[in-house]
């Protein structure tokens, strides 16, 4: 990995909008070197392969797999690289499901410019970064009953998808509410949902969704 003459940390950012990766490059100004950009899974896996950056800002949810394909394919081969989640979802899934996957750092978009700037260079120096009420979740995960929050058979079944899927199902989203949320189709919602019933042994989504709130998946 190669670091700027001048110090600056090497920054990669991953998110699937434009102007928010815009923004984010302005209010990061000269604190840190953004070396590049992605917009999709595919991109970005190619992009940080190619840069291996000191740190990757990275969005949880795009539209081809999100924040945990990202990692879960650059981390075996990459494990130099740092990765910190920058998110509007504050919760506890993402949050927990990101630190699992190898992300440092976990903070959502309301965090001010010079705070999220010693955040990247936080990480980049091997500390973990949360926002305040994050930090929470992560104890809780990792400090209470661990066995249980970890290991649960049920959930190995289903893909990162379809428990987005559900987690969004279980906090009341209409089919295409949720479409709109991920960036799919209705249709592609509805095969989602059959799947989970099938893989859960289940009739309906009341079912599902109490199953889900009894797992604190939303």
Not at 1 to 19: A, C, E, Q, Y
Not at 122 to 127: K, L, Q, S, W
Not at 172 to 195: P, Q, R, W
């Amino acid at each position: 990995m190669t670091t700027p003459t001048d110090g600056r940390v090497r920054v990669v950012l991953v998110d699937d909008h434009g102007m928010f990766r815009a923004g984010v490059r302005a209010e990061l100004g000269g604190s840190v070197e953004v070396v590049g950009e992605a917009s999709t899974v595919p991109q970005a896996v190619s992009v940080i392969t190619a840069l291996t950056p000191d740190v990757v800002l990275l969005d949880v949810h795009m539209p081809d797999g999100g924040g945990r394909a990202v990692l879960e394919a650059i981390r075996p081969t990459l494990p130099q690289v740092k990765f910190l989640a920058l998110s509007v979802s504050d919760a506890a899934e993402d949050v927990i499901g990101l630190i699992r996957a190898g992300a440092r750092g976990y903070v959502t978009k309301t965090i001010a410019a010079d705070e999220l700037a010693d955040a990247v260079k936080r990480v980049a120096d091997g500390d973990a970064v949360f926002s305040p009420r994050l930090a929470g979740f992560v104890l809780d995960a990792f400090t209470q009953r661990p066995e249980t929050v970890v290991r649960d058979p049920e959930l190995d079944l289903l893909t990162n998808r379809e428990r987005e899927v559900l987690r969004l199902l279980a906090r009341g989203y209409a089919y295409k509410e949720i479409a709109s949320e991920l960036f799919i189709s209705v249709k592609t919602v509805e095969t989602h949902v059959s799947s989970v019933l099938r893989k859960l042994q289940m009739s309906n989504r009341y079912e599902l969704s109490r199953w889900a709130v009894d797992r604190r998946l939303i």
